[in-house]
T-cell receptor, first 111, second 113 residues
Framework: GENVEQHPSTLSVQEGDSAVIKCTYS??????FPWYKQELGKRPQLIID?????GEKKDQRIAVTLNKTAKHFSLHITETQPEDSAVYFC??????????FGQGTRLTINP | KAGVTQTPRYLIKTRGQQVTLSCSPI?????VSWYQQTPGQGLQFLFE???????NKGNFPGRFSGRQFSNSRSEMNVSTLELGDSALYLC????????????FGQGTRLTVV
């Protein structure tokens, strides 16, 4: 992705375990960081986002952390379930609503 | 309310031809962005339109162009198609404010043969 590096590209975890996906960026002016989930054959959908004045945000089993000094943000999924299997994209907004994404992480939950 | 609608859903074109894809945003959304999705490259930003003006542009050649109409509907055009243009093209619409959620359409699957 443009100025957004996402790792890992693939991730396989056992059901019930946690998954962590990390993104780093270079544009210090970025102030909005959304995460999108894309299930097979479907459109990407927003699952959680964080703004630069917040360090962490949680929504049930998912959470996002942001470290503006180090320029990285991460998605954490706890107690993973089969329906969490999908491709996850981190994003950030540059300037006026230029939303760019990382390369994506294919998450597989093994039963 | 209706979501983002893209037409057509599938297209097959031959090298050298041109193609036009259409995107109808959610009612009230004035910002429309276009992305190219390929297996190895993720979601690549093409351009973003707001109030009939291209406000942002990605790193794609001039063969890729777009426009937006007064009703916020947008089209993108690819001229002189190449095999490498085969991809899923997604558009996303959002409200005209900072940090607004982007809503994606189902995409148009373009195959160049």
């Amino acid at each position: 992705g443009e100025n957004v590096e996402q790792h890992p590209s693939t991730l396989s975890v056992q059901e019930g375990d946690s998954a962590v996906i990390k993104c780093t960026y270079s544009d210090s002016a970025s102030n909005y960081f959304p995460w999108y989930k894309q299930e097979l054959g479907k459109r990407p959908q927003l699952i959680i986002d964080i703004r630069s004045n917040v360090g962490e945000k949680k929504d049930q089993r998912i959470a996002v952390t942001l470290n503006k000094t180090a320029k990285h943000f991460s998605l954490h999924i706890t107690e993973t379930q089969p329906e969490d299997s999908a491709v996850y994209f981190c994003g950030l907004v540059q300037g006026a609503q230029k939303l760019v994404f990382g390369q994506g992480t294919r998450l597989t939950i093994n039963p | 309310k209706a979501g983002v609608t893209q037409t057509p859903r599938y297209l097959i074109k031959t090298r050298g031809q041109q193609v036009t894809l259409s995107c109808s945003p959610i009612s009230g959304h004035r910002s429309v962005s276009w992305y190219q999705q390929t297996p190895g490259q993720g979601l690549q930003f093409l351009f973003e339109y707001f109030s009939e003006t291209q406000r942002n542009k990605g790193n794609f050649p001039g063969r890729f162009s777009g426009r937006q109409f007064s009703n916020s509907r947008s089209e993108m055009n690819v001229s002189t198609l190449e095999l490498g243009d085969s991809a899923l093209y997604l558009c996303a619409s959002s409200l005209a404010r900072e940090q607004a959620e982007a809503f994606f359409g189902q995409g148009t699957r373009l195959t160049v043969v």
